[in-house]
């Protein structure tokens, strides 16, 4: 018989509700902040985490997928970490128009990412096509680096132990899980031509 085994179908769904779940409680957090001060910043750091859940609805099925428990675990970490974020009733590092900025950069970067990965995008380390166009050219992951903008922006505008805690965590795993990504992706020739050309994994000129 043709067609996806039961469990990876079951897997795909509760992914998807998975992530649904998430962006619902992150987006009602910040809306509820923006509500009651204003800023701006929390707002873009929703919109950079929107696509995630169009993307994953849409994803093209994987040719190769990491299902080892330190996949799971990392991307676990690094999906959870920012919807706990929570407002802060310390005062800011910096204004909000400047948060707001910084994490606007963020937010265009992670969107012209997802944009370029299109179906292509996934949550685990997989191989869903190598895409090797627009920022990708500049950085092997931009959506990764797009986030850390945000997480920054977001850490400044709301400043607690508890935000730093959990954000840092979620960014080490996200490093983790890029170069486990990049692990799989490796057994593609094509993947190997693309990283001769493209050496950085997330900022140019750093790492």
Same mark, same amino acid.
């Given at each position: 018989m043709s067609g996806r085994p039961t469990a990876e179908i079951v897997r795909d769904l509760?992914? *998807?509700?998975?992530?649904?779940?998430?962006? !619902?409680?992150? #987006?009602?957090?910040?809306?509820?902040d923006f509500l009651r001060t204003g800023r701006v910043t929390g707002l873009l750091? !929703?919109?950079?985490?929107a696509l995630v859940v169009v993307?994953?609805?849409?994803?093209? *099925?994987?040719?190769? !997928?990491? *299902? #080892?428990?330190?996949a799971a675990v990392l991307t676990?970490?690094?999906? =959870?970490?920012?919807?706990?974020?929570?407002? #802060?009733?310390?005062?800011?590092?910096?204004?909000?128009?400047?948060?707001?900025? =910084?994490?606007?950069i963020g937010l265009m970067v992670v969107i012209a990412g997802k944009l370029t990965l299109g179906r292509s995008f996934g949550? !685990?380390?997989?191989?869903?096509? =190598? =895409?090797?166009?627009?920022p990708y050219n500049v950085v092997r992951h931009p959506i990764y680096a797009g986030y850390l903008v945000t997480h920054a922006a977001a850490l400044v505008a709301y400043p607690s132990v508890a935000n730093v805690t959990i954000l840092l965590m979620a960014d080490i795993a996200l490093v983790l899980r890029a170069l486990l990504e990049e692990r799989v992706l490796y057994a593609d020739v094509a993947y190997q031509r693309y990283c001769q050309r493209v050496t950085?994994?997330?900022v140019p000129g750093v790492f």
């Open positions: 509760a992914a *998807r509700a998975f992530v649904g779940a998430l962006f !619902v409680i992150l #987006s009602a957090n910040l809306m509820a750091f !929703v919109g950079s985490e993307l994953t609805i849409v994803r093209r *099925r994987a040719r190769q !997928v990491d *299902r #080892s428990v330190l676990t970490i690094s999906l =959870v970490g920012p919807p706990l974020l929570r407002p #802060s009733d310390a005062p800011a590092l910096a204004p909000d128009a400047l948060t707001a900025i =910084v994490s606007a949550i !685990v380390p997989a191989n869903r096509g =190598v =895409v090797a166009r627009g950085w994994h997330l």
